[in-house]
């Protein structure tokens, strides 16, 4: 009976075995699931942490592991700012069989008053949210002359500022009417580091008149003293349209312009620096960490030493390595840094973190010695010095070894029980039970075989074309009709839509297509062909002799080899964990 019964079982077919899998493998995802949304979570974020007095603020709250009751209470938030409008919206994705469900809710706040207020703490499902600081300054004076619709600023955080120090230009583009589309002409200067860091859309009212603003900032580095002229940058938006169709998708009137230039004062560095690094910022910390205890350390063991410096208002190019003082008793070998940079509407921020490697030598008590770096503190126009203390470290000798140099071996250890296996660390497989043996040996049998019948069905089934690689080949297509009609304007937002699918990630402007090609070996001539298409689309009278008309043929050839560069690196590499950001 019992021979007949297991027969009858080992017949399992393989769709049976495959049910029995997907069975299991949902029954791990609910439970998943349902520890997920025992843990709630609510989040808030805002895109700027200063605005006018006029302007508008729009503030985001998430929260994830929630239900369709969980409704935040935004009363407190009516304490320093009005609540203009609140946007309620559910999303649900799933990623390499991650699923993800939260709530979010957008919020358009307007300040009460001058100075520093607070978006409050929210509370929802049993959770809350950080509490975030925003400055609201004065707003400033009218720039708009004679009614204008359409005009564009660039001011400068500072007036004056000393060589290598940062200086925040804000470029802002003003419109009474909604726009689609923006572009601020890119540009260069002699001897000064030029990175973007910042865009933003909101509203503001000047003179009573609300203004839809697209504001770009950049961080400036002048790397030489005297006075720094800005010329003036071109711009140009495409107004939206009241009257839709579908063979103008968002077609709307064109308008250009051009700002005003500015000059600014960079002063040289003072003397009284010396001869160190020259680290102009508005705030510099030093903080270290070791891998092992200090006051426990044995002679020829390595440990590792890491210390990080953090600047606001540096480029991680301008951190210097921290120069560490030789001690007696150990041996040092340095790692390559690593460096890495935070960019937001407030400026450029960077941390340098060295590893050092050090290895204890000898027994006995020993002091690493503080570290000191000197800095200039933009803020207070002072010079400070960043400071590690000194660290007391206490080292022994191995166990049964008196030569820290040589490692001890330690003696064959013999089996001292009969019939017994050890392992050269003298781990005894005999003290296993017999029975978890045999059980794991079962599981990983039954495994290899329903991941084999898996396998076997798998490749049976035809193959569908992945959701990411259809939704590539729409755009695609949409991207050919476009440049087949001269259809510019729906040729560049058909980039824009393909781009920010091929790539993961945000994209605005055109360049950044380029960029994020930078790897490739036709960077230079996609750079080219995308200015090109924007100088046909906002600048077509511009006389430019140095380069060509625009056109179609020559920029679509490019799109396809970064199209099939993808699609050969995806085919040649194992899937990813999770997604690229």
């Not at 998430?62 to 304490?79: C, N, T, Y």
């Not at 003072?270 to 903080?287: H, V």
């Not at 070894?401 to 009969?418: E, G, I, R, Y």
């Amino acid at each position: 009976m019992i021979k007949s019964k297991t027969l009858t079982q080992c017949r399992l077919s393989s769709a049976n075995l495959l049910r029995v899998l997907a069975l299991l493998v949902c029954v791990l995802a609910g439970v998943g699931t349902s520890a997920q949304a025992s843990s709630a979570s609510l989040s808030a974020q805002v895109t700027r942490t200063q605005i006018s007095i006029n302007d508008q603020l729009s503030v985001k709250f998430q929260l994830r592991g929630g239900s369709q009751a969980s409704e935040p209470d935004f009363s407190p938030v009516q304490e320093d700012f009005e609540i203009l409008s609140t946007y309620r919206s559910q999303h649900s994705t799933t990623i390499n069989g991650k699923h993800d469900a939260y709530f979010e809710w957008d919020l358009t706040l307007a300040p009460k008053r001058l100075g520093q207020l607070t978006v409050p703490s929210i509370r929802a499902a049993g959770t809350q949210s950080e509490s975030i600081s925003i400055t609201v300054k004065e707003a400033q004076q009218n720039p708009a002359t004679a009614d204008a619709d359409v005009f564009m600023t660039v001011e400068p955080d500072k007036s004056s500022v000393y060589v290598q120090e940062q200086v925040l230009l804000k470029a802002k583009i003003f419109a009474r009417q909604n726009f689609d589309a923006q572009e601020i002409q890119d540009f260069s200067l002699d001897q000064v580091t030029i990175e973007a860091i910042a865009e933003n859309k909101y509203v503001t009212e000047i003179a009573g008149t609300p203004y839809a603003v697209y504001e770009l900032t950049f961080a400036l580095y002048p790397q030489k003293s005297g006075t720094l002229s800005i010329p003036s940058l071109d711009y140009g938006v495409r107004l939206r349209s009241n009257r839709r169709s579908i063979l103008s998708f968002g077609g709307g009137e064109i308008r250009r312009g051009r700002s005003s230039p500015i000059e600014l004062e960079v002063k040289p560095i003072p003397a009284t620096n010396g001869s160190g690094p020259w680290l102009p910022a508005s705030a510099i910390s030093l903080k270290q960490h070791f891998s092992h205890d200090t006051k426990s350390l044995t002679a020829g063991e390595p440990i590792t030493r890491s210390i990080t410096l953090s600047a606001e208002g540096l480029h991680p190019s301008q951190l210097p390595p921290i120069a560490t003082i030789d001690t007696e008793g150990f041996s040092t070998y340095t790692d390559k840094p690593q460096t890495q940079e935070r960019r937001s509407e407030t400026g450029l921020s960077s941390e340098r973190t060295d590893t050092i490697a050090m290895v204890p030598s000898s027994a006995g008590r020993r002091t690493l010695p503080p570290l000191e770096l000197k800095w200039f503190n933009t803020t207070t126009g002072e010079f400070e010095v960043a400071r590690l203390p000194a660290v007391e470290t206490q080292t022994k000798m191995p166990v049964g070894d008196n030569n820290p140099a040589v490692a001890a071996t330690p003696p064959p250890q013999t089996s001292t029980l009969p019939g017994s296996v050890q392992t050269a660390n003298g781990f005894n497989y005999q003290a296993i039970p017999r029975y978890l043996i045999v059980s794991q040996a079962v599981t990983l049998i039954l495994l290899i075989i329903m991941t084999a019948l898996y396998l076997r069905t798998r490749s049976r089934e035809p193959q569908e074309p992945k959701p990411g690689a259809k939704q590539d080949n729409n755009l695609w297509r949409a991207i050919k009709k476009a440049g087949a009609t001269d259809n510019l304007p729906e040729l560049r937002r058909a980039l824009l839509l393909w781009a920010e699918t091929h790539f993961a990630q945000p994209i605005s402007r055109l360049e950044q297509i380029a960029y994020c090609a930078n790897k490739t070996q036709q960077h230079d001539e996609l750079l080219r062909q995308l200015r090109a298409l924007d100088q046909a689309i906002y600048h077509p009278n511009l006389d430019n002799s140095d380069s060509k008309a625009f056109s179609p043929g020559d920029l679509l050839p490019l799109i396809q080899q970064l199209r099939v560069q993808k699609r050969d690196a995806s085919d040649s590499n194992l899937a990813p964990l999770y997604p690229q950001q």
